[in-house]
């Protein structure tokens, strides 16, 4: 049984550039929600456990995602956007699960 997941992120994305200047391809949105999730929603379900993510130093968003933002956090309850909110609240779970 499979156990650990290693995922290269590191290219450049010259192929979608000026867009990949700004963002990383792999955080880019399909259908609202960044690919690297749809790939991490893919890996648990086939029950994978552990992943190691292959990272270019100029990648920091990458890692920031993972991490919760509690200013973004607080705004979320003022406002009430409970949907939203679950999806943060998802993003932590993973965060905990995966990422020692």
Known sequence: MLRQAIIP??????????????????LLPINGKPNLEYLLEECIQAGI?????????NKEAI???????????KILKKKKKKKIFKKKKKKKTIKKKFFK
């Open 9 to 26: 992120l590191a290219g450049l994305g010259t192929r979608l550039l000026p867009l990949s200047s700004v963002m990383p391809k792999e």
């Open 49 to 57: 456990k552990e992943f190691i993510f292959i990272i270019s130093k």
């Open 63 to 73: 890692k920031k995602y993972f991490f919760n933002d509690d200013f973004y956090k």
